[in-house]
């Protein structure tokens, strides 16, 4: 098999060495000079800024739902696909290369960076809106069209229907798709850097498709689009783990909620991620990365113990079976009815997670040498859905068993950020599940920051993986800046409205991702 392409482009070639630093020419100066304006612009129009995202989401959703829709469903088939094929066999790095690190460690690293925060923040958000929803029934407006949030065709006075749909639907949005998503990306980038030589930016994926005209304009427009993703994506979740965290440490210490407590929380957490970002991958993300992952199954086996165990274990079981039965449904972009459930949270969801993309992939990318095509897909896919599952089924069926049961009204009245902390209420050790919660966010957030700073710098670096410390620095600071200007922008609304602008532009870059990994595999399995 060949272990390169036939180009003769060096990674770094295009890079300028100014002032100490080492970046490409123009994705560096494009991408940073823009983000940077942009955060001026925000701070300076704040009013003009909070009407635009306010009419950016809805604009996005309502429009070209249907192609993130179907975007995803390619994602996922494609995705199974590989591992059926003998293109599972071809190994990431050529047939000698082993594995960097562990499964334990490598596994860490890839779920903490993959949806770590959202996983906190809607664990028992989620499936309890979606059961209220749910249980309430159709609702339509006098123009004929719904105008109630739950999926699909809901489950009005039918409390178990209600619960079964509402996890269906909350595994839907953590389960197969947004990780096939992270494994597409993840897949391309390790296959054409390890295995063909090619630099370790977005660009070098498209290369069996543009060939040279890759490291021209075109490239530069794709890097510029990750980027931009990449931290618009970032501080969306930032953004979502600083008012959950927040909202936990007035719920226990009584910290005033403020714009100003927001912004003072961002940094710090922020400062931290500096430290991570400074130590750099193996000694600062992935130590913390483990860290995280032992906290996280604390924080999970303690709610397992302390809440309904018996029904938690059952209805793991039950919800995959559930999510399995309503996926085909779920699925279909075609005629759907529940529009505010298609485009409020489906297509927000994968505009997230297509936003991500470049971060999560080139991160997971950069620790997966030496696996196999078909173990990469399997433990990218596969296992991180039914930890997921696992995830939502605890917190999310201990919510709602509350909720049920009838003691908890408080839990459904509460607002989003607070409602895992309104769920401990009810269990013994309180105090210590909201802390070990809020600790478990901030990290969350920091190990999301510094991943993230790692990527940015790499696409910026012309795929160079040891440029110099300050520019990590400058890219770990800009996202807290962004995370900082969308919450003053607009709150949770504008969060979700650059995820979308930024997801919409990458979704038709992924597609095209899918047919170079093809064309690429099958020349490394000819042997050419």
């Not at 000698?96 to 334990?104: C, K, L, N």
């Not at 991180?384 to 201990?398: D, K, Y």
């Not at 969060?495 to 602008?501: G, H, P, T, V, Y």
Request: overall charge negative; proline content about 3%; some cysteine.
């Amino acid at each position: 098999m060949s272990d390169t392409t036939e180009t003769d482009y060096e990674v770094g070639q295009d890079n300028v060495q100014i002032l100490g630093l080492d970046v490409h020419n123009p994705v560096f100066a494009v991408s940073g000079l823009t983000i940077v304006a942009f955060v001026f612009f925000s701070l300076v129009f704040r009013e003009q800024a909070t009407e635009f995202f306010g009419w950016l989401r809805p604009a996005l959703t309502s429009n070209f739902d249907w192609v993130f829709m179907i975007a995803c469903n390619v994602f996922v088939l494609f995705s199974l696909l590989l591992i059926v094929t003998p293109y599972g066999s071809i190994r990431l790095g050529g047939a000698d290369a082993r594995p960097d690190y562990s499964y334990a460690g490598w596994f860490s690293m890839l779920f903490a960076a993959g949806m770590g925060i959202g996983l906190v923040f809607w664990g028992v958000a989620e499936p309890i809106s979606h059961y209220g929803a749910s249980l309430g029934g159709v609702a339509v407006g006098e123009d004929g069209l719904r105008t109630d949030w739950a999926p699909l065709g809901a489950a009005a006075e039918d409390p178990q229907a209600a619960r079964d749909l509402a996890m269906a639907a909350t595994i839907y949005h953590w389960g197969l798709h947004p990780w096939a998503i992270y494994a597409v990306v993840a897949l391309a980038l390790a296959f054409f850097s390890f295995n063909r030589g090619l630099p370790l930016t977005m660009r070098s994926v498209f290369y069996p498709i543009f060939g040279q005209a890759t490291w021209g304009i075109l490239g530069h427009v794709i890097d510029v689009l990750a980027v931009f993703a990449t931290i618009f994506g970032l501080a969306t979740s930032l953004g979502l783990g600083a008012t959950q965290a927040l909202a936990g440490l007035n719920y226990l210490f009584g910290v005033p909620v403020t714009d100003g407590m927001k912004v003072l929380l961002i940094v710090l957490i922020t400062i931290f991620a500096l430290v991570s970002v400074v130590a750099g991958l193996d000694k600062g993300v992935k130590r913390l990365s483990e860290a995280n992952m032992v906290l996280a199954a604390a924080l999970l086996i303690l709610v397992l113990i302390v809440g309904p165990t018996i029904a938690i274990i059952s209805g793991f079981f039950t919800n995959l079976v559930d999510y399995a039965a309503q996926l085909p449904a779920m699925m279909n972009w075609m005629g759907r009815e529940d529009t505010n459930f298609v485009q409020g949270w489906t297509t927000f969801y994968w505009a997230w997670w297509i936003s991500w993309s470049p971060f999560v992939g080139m991160f997971i990318a950069r620790i997966s040498r030496g696996r196999t095509v078909r173990e990469f897909i399997v433990c990218v896919l596969v296992i991180p859905t039914v930890v997921g599952a696992l995830w939502m089924s605890v917190f999310g069926g201990a919510a709602l068993d509350q909720v049920m049961s009838g003691t908890g009204q408080a839990l459904s009245d509460a607002a989003l950020e607070l409602k895992m902390f309104k769920m401990f209420e009810a269990f013994p050790m309180t105090g210590i599940l909201s802390f070990v919660g809020i600790i478990l966010v901030v990290v969350f957030f920091v190990t999301s920051s510094d991943s993230g700073s790692l990527v940015i710098d790499t696409i910026t670096a012309g795929g160079k993986t040891d440029a110099p410390t300050a520019q990590r620095v400058f890219w770990c600071i800009l996202e807290g800046a962004i995370a900082i200007v969308l919450l003053l922008g607009g709150g949770l609304g504008a969060l979700q409205a650059a995820s979308i602008a930024t997801g919409f532009p990458f979704a038709i870059v992924l597609m095209l991702m899918c047919v170079s990994i093809f064309i690429g595999l099958s020349r490394e399995r000819r042997g050419k």
